[in-house]
């Protein structure tokens, strides 16, 4: 089976670069005894460097056929969660796309297990068409993109790896046209594409099976990805780190103003997000999770520049934007 | 004396509430930087002031990219994203606030607060994975070419734009 040597390999890599980092800092340590060592961060510096070189690379093999391969693989083996013996193997270091869009669906798949889709099909349509046309203006068209609107008075979107992202119909609600969608969309199709949250996990799981390594503990199922993801939809509510969310809101900007939206769409809704207050629980989480609107917008202002100045005849669309029934 | 001044502050009073059916009057906003007021809205115009981060602003026009605005001492242009749309509201809830910052105030637009569904940490923690929400999302899933179908229907048309980069003295 493939997936089994893909598993050993990846298992022997992390041990060549355990023993490598480990090496690289016992020698670090021996060269300069009076400085404090600290190990984890060594293992850290290691990670990231492995994760920075290896992932990314984007697939060369995105063609559409892969794509349904990779839901193929995801339905037989993730039927329930409970079924971990049935996952394929994960390689945590270089994950290919379809690994990707496995990983996402597990985290999405456990996300509508807290607020299920908004019973709307012509909603989720809308949604739909709109999301796929700015991620067309990515750098990754090619993904399976797919969009969904859940049962939540909370303001919030998500994004999980390999194309999958999700908006609460409270968060919709405060929406008025179709441009500010294609921003709050671009944000999170830019996630995708710079894999933030995908590295966030590997970084993790690196880590951990750095620790398993260390203790002579290392298990196998360390690659399962329902280990990785932890309980439920946890992973959802973990913050990146800030400069992932100005990157986001930068290249969110980007692509739906390349889209022929107007510009400003991303911008409205951190506007009318900043006039939240804090205790308000509806953007607890958001507010938890991503730096405060205001200096979301000041970021932006700062990347925008004079760039937008020129930009004359984005669309705002407002005639079309669907209402929501309730 | 008295008796005769009430209808005039009565119709004083009234005023600014006839002229916001109108136009965006009298909107405030605080500043989100340092930043130059301009006597035209261009990069280049004469600057024609200034004001500093958290002042609080008066806007008065909106123009493309551009804002216009008083402050205490002057008048100028000053771009939109340096600027703050709105007083600061204690209040818990945002309704509406988008209306408000696209201009669109008072559109009548109601917010239920009924059966509130939250999404906190604890709820996505206790979560289990749904098989079919996630088959039924994955239905929805549209091709690249659906996608233009759709773009060219709201007559988007694609422009060239470079990625943003991160502004100076800003993390990456």
Redo the contacts between chains.
Sequence with gaps: MRTLVKNKQSNLAHKNLLTASLLAGLLSALSLPSMAFDFKDALKDAVQKEIGQKAEPITPAETPNSNASA?DAA?KN????SAEATQPAFNWKNPSKDEEIALG??I??????????VKD?AL??YV???G??V???SER??L?????V???????AFAAPGG?I?L?KGLY??????A?LAGVLGHEIAHIVKKHQLKLLQKQQLLNAGAGFLSGKYAKDNDLISKAIG????I??RSLD??AE??AD??G??YA?????EP?GL???L???????K???????LF?THPHP?DR?????????????N???G?T?EN?FYQLK? | MIKNLKPLLIAILMLPMLHAGFSIAAETGSA??NDNLRAEP??DAKVAGSFTRGESLEILKKQ??WLQVKTKKNTGWV????V???T???????SG??????G?AG?G?V???T???????Q?????????T??????S?????E???Q??NA???????????????????
């Design positions: 839901v339905t993730n039927t329930t969660t669906r597990e999405a798949g456990n996300l509508l297990g807290a607020a299920p889709l099909a989720q349509k739909n068409s709109v796929r046309w991620a067309s203006q068209p090619d399976p993109w797919r969009f969904g859940i049962e939540s008075d909370d303001l919030n999958y999700m609460t609600r405060q929406l008025t046209n179709e500010q309980s439920g939809a946890e959802s509510a800030k400069s100005y990157e930068r290249l900007l980007s103003t390349r889209a022929g939206y400003y911008p409205d809704v506007q009318a997000l900043g006039h939240s207050s205790n308000d629980d509806s953007v607890a989480l938890k205001d917008l000041s970021a932006l202002g700062n990347a925008v520049g004079s760039r937008l100045d930009i004359k005849d669309k669309l079309r309730n | 989100l930087k261009y990069t493309g990219a771009r939109m994203l340096s703050k749309r709105g600061a509201t204690t209040s818990n809830k945002t606030a988008l209306a408000l910052a696209s669109r559109t637009q917010v239920s607060t059966g509130v569904r939250g999404l906190s940490e709820d996505l923690k206790a979560a289990k994975f749904n098989e929400e996630i088959k039924t999302l994955e929805y899933t549209l091709s690249a659906q996608g233009r759709f773009a709201g007559k988007l048309k694609t422009i060239a734009f470079a990625n943003l980069k991160a502004g100076k003295g800003d993390s990456k």
